[in-house]
C-alpha cells in the first residue's frame, strides 16, 4: 500500500509548487489529473473507503438517501382543523354531517320536512325529553364513574343536563301532562353510552362532545321553535345554563384537547369515524318531538 501511495504524493508536491498556483489556460484535451490536483486524492479516498468500510456501510448510505428522498417527497399529511387543536377537527367533521341549509360546510341531503314545517305535539316533546334526560343521566353518571380517568376531566362543567330537565317534566307534570316511560330510541342510545365507556374512550368522548355542543347549538334553535309552537313560547330549564355558555363550551374545548393530546393519529380518527352513530343516535331521539 506505501508504493502505491508514492506517485501520488510526489504529484501532489509537484503541484503545489508556486509556479503551478497561476497555470496557463489548460487545453481542453488536458489529462483530467493535470487539470486538477486534488483528483488523485478524492478517487483514491473513494477507492479505500469503499474498498475498507464495513460491508453494508455503503448500501445503507444508498438507501438513507432513497429514504430521504422519499420523506421529503411525501409531507406530513394535515388533517382539517388540525392546527387549532383536535376538537376543530370534531367539528369539522360535524358540520359535513349537516345538511347545507343547517351549515354552510354541510354536505348532507335534507331529510324530513325542515324545521319551519314541523307540527309538534306536546306528548311527541315529552317524549324527546324524558329519553334526553335518560342519555344526560348516562353519561353524567359515566363520567363520575370514570372507568377510564380521562373521563373525570368532564365532571361539574357546567354543561350538565339532567337536572335542567327533571325541573322541565316536573313542571309538565304540574300542568296535568302524564309524563311517559324512556322509549326505544334513549334506551338503546344509553346502553350503547354505556358498552362504549368501559372499553372505547375515543369513541365514547366523541359522544359526549357532539351531544353537549349539538344542544348548545342547534338544540337551542329547536327549543326556540317548538315553544313558538306549542308552549307559548315557554323557554324551558334545558336551554338554560348557569353562566356564561361561551366560556363553560371553551373550557371543555381546552379539556378535551387536552385529553387527545396523548392520543394517537389512529386512535383521533377512530374518534372522528363514530361521528356518524353520533348523530344518528341523537337524530332517532330528537324525531320523538313529531311523533
Known sequence: MASSLTPISQSQSLLNKAHFKTPPLQHPLTPISLRNPNFHSRVFKKQYFSMNAPIGITEMSRKAVIVSATTAE??????????KGFVEEMRFVAMKLHTRDQAKEGEKEPQGQPLAKWEPTIEGYLR???????VYDTLEG?????????YAEFRNTGLERSEKLAKDLEWFKEQGH????????????ARYLEE?????????????????????????????????????KKVLEFYKWDGDLSQLLQNV??????????????????????????FKHSGDILRLILS
Open 74 to 83: 411525501k409531507p406530513k399529511k394535515r388533517y382539517p382543523g388540525e392546527s
Open 128 to 134: 324527546f325529553l324524558v329519553d334526553s334526560k335518560l
Open 142 to 150: 359515566i363520567v363520575e364513574k370514570a372507568p377510564f380517568p380521562s
Open 178 to 189: 302524564a309524563i311517559p316511560e324512556p322509549s326505544s330510541p334513549g334506551v338503546t342510545y
Open 196 to 232: 362504549l365507556s368501559e372499553k372505547d374512550p375515543q369513541a365514547f368522548l366523541c359522544h359526549f362532545y357532539n351531544i353537549y355542543f349539538a344542544h348548545s347549538a342547534g338544540g337551542r334553535m329547536i327549543g326556540r321553535k317548538v315553544a313558538e309552537m306549542i308552549l307559548n
Open 253 to 278: 374545548r381546552e379539556k378535551l384537547n387536552r385529553v387527545a393530546e396523548s392520543w394517537t393519529r389512529e386512535e383521533k380518527d377512530h374518534c372522528l369515524e363514530e361521528t356518524e352513530k353520533s
